[in-house]
Every structure is written in structure tokens, then in C-alpha cells.
């Protein structure tokens, strides 16, 4: 392991990570649509996360010990953080996507990097540099050709505004889930993934009960869960578990705002599902995923760039 690690830096380990779950949660599109033919979101939600969160905390406590469990007065940040990330992202996302369409929710995700620029905007009152929105509109461009095939009048079909709202909404929650690490410096990226996705499976299962009593959950069928089996484990031991995981290590290391942009790897990997099935793929999505793909190299260059500026700067003033 030692060996291999100096074969990559640590921003390129990121990198790998980020798109690993990304590419997990790519697939687990298509995989979701099958199984919420027979499962609302909000149950869905809750076998994904309501398993993962136990397995978050089994892998901590042999990881890091018993004593890494405990929440150190964190306890109502983490039930925020969780909420946000787990509960809010999921159903406001699958929710808005029900009534509307999947090339909206691929759209909506690839909108995530601008919204974490723009709350780090706001935070810091520093203005980002003129590449990382080059970058954003590459991507987004991107993102659009990718899921429209470069026919933009999809876009006003079932065009609502209300799941609009919802899935920005939801993606927002996912982009302050993301940037909250940060507050936790000295975590590692598994103890905060495990309390941070404890607190969200919490919020998921009041949700759940809510929901149950008015009558909106809809539940598989005994007779269909031998054939659901596949798609449940996966959406939990990979599209959760390992994703997750994979997620919050690669937003450690590089940071929120730079990370983000992975997110645009989840449509590159529906197109390549799609491949699989039979889809013939037309001009526009090639160009649409060869915009995503320079938006990623255009913002690990930049950072990498902007690494070596800092690096330099004490080397630089120590001449002066």
C-alpha cells in the first residue's frame, strides 16, 4: 500500500475517489427508476441509509475505536448536517424527478458546483477566480447537450416549476452536506460520514413515520423483494456505503468547491449504462460529454496551479 501510494499524489488519491462515487451513483440512477416502481422515494431512502448507518458506525468502531462514536457536543450539528445530506438531498431530488423528468434532475445535479461557488462566494466575500466559472459553464453546457442530445426544446417539456424548485433545493442540501466537513477538521472523513449519516437515517425514519400516517408510502409487495434483492444491496453496500464514503474522503482532501464538479461524472456514467443497454449515441452527446470532461481537467489543472502558487509564495518572500 505504501508503495502504491507514491505512485499518485494525494489530490489525484481525491480524484480517484470522486469519481468512483460518482460512477456508483451513476449507475444507481437507472437502478433507483427500477426500484421505485414498487417503493416510494421516501422508503427507499430509508433501506439505503437506515443499513448504511449501522455499517458506518460498525467500521468506525473497528477503525478508530469505541470512543471515536462519541459526538464530542456535536450531537445537534451532525442530526442538521445528516438531515441535510441524506434526508433532504434524496427526497427532494427523487420527489422533484417523479414529476418531472430525469434529464431535469442530471441538469439540476450539474448545478451543484455553481452553488457551491456561489455559497463560498457569500461566505468568504472572495470572488472565484474567472476559470472556475469557465469551468461551471463547460460543465453545465455540458450536462445539457448530454441529456437533451443537443434538442433543447426537451427542456420545456414538462417543464414544472415547483420540482424545479424542489431538486435545486435538493441539491443544495447536498452542497452544504458536502462544505460541513470542514467543520471538522480533525475527524476522520469515515467518523464524520458515520454520526453525519446516523443523524440523516434518524431524520429519513421520522420522515418515514410521518408520511406512513398520512398514507403516502407505498410499499413492494412480499412476492417482488426476491427479485428487488439485487438492486436494494447494491443502492446500500456500493451507491451508499462505499460512495459515501469514497465522497466525504475526495471533499477532504481537495475541498468542496473544486470537488463538486465530479458530480458531473453521474450523467457521463447513465450515458455509458445507457451504451451498455443499446443506446446508439448521437453527436450532441458526444460533444455534451466532451464538455464535461474538459470542465474536470479545467478545474484540476487550475487547482493544481493554484497549489503550486501557494507553495511557492514563502520560498518567493524569503528571496525579497
Known sequence: MQKTSKLLSPTAWASLALVLATIMWGVAFPVSKAVLADMDPISMS??????AAPIFLALLAWREGAAALGL?????????????????????????????????????MALQPLIAVMIQWARSGKRPAARSFGALALAVLGVVLLTT?????????????????????????WVLYSMGAAAFPHWSPLRYTALSGTGGALALGVFWLVVGAAGGLRLPAASALPALAPALLFLVLLAAV???????????????????????????????????????????????????????????????????????????AACK
Open 72 to 108: 464530542e457536543g456535536h450531537g445537534w450539528k451532525l442530526l442538521g448536517l445528516g438531515t441535510l445530506g441524506f434526508a433532504g438531498f434524496n427526497l427532494l431530488m427523487f420527489y422533484g424527478v417523479s414529476m418531472s423528468r430525469p434529464e431535469f434532475g442530471a441538469i439540476v
Open 149 to 173: 442530445d443537443g434538442h433543447l426544446s426537451r427542456l420545456t417539456e414538462h417543464a414544472a416549476v415547483l420540482p424545479t424548485l424542489m431538486m435545486i433545493a435538493g441539491g443544495t442540501c
Open 242 to 316: 462505499v460512495a459515501v464514503l469514497c465522497w466525504n474522503q475526495g471533499i477532504r482532501q481537495i475541498g468542496a468547491q473544486r470537488g463538486m464538479l465530479f458530480i458531473n461524472v453521474v450523467p457521463l456514467t447513465a450515458l455509458a449504462v445507457g451504451v451498455l443497454r443499446g443506446h446508439a449515441l448521437g453527436h450532441w452527446e458526444l460533444v455534451g460529454a466532451a464538455l464535461v470532461l474538459l470542465s474536470l481537467v479545467l478545474n484540476q489543472l487550475g487547482g493544481r496551479k493554484a497549489a503550486m502558487t501557494k507553495n511557492l509564495q514563502p520560498a518567493l
Open 46 to 51: 430509508l433501506w439505503r441509509y437506515g443499513i
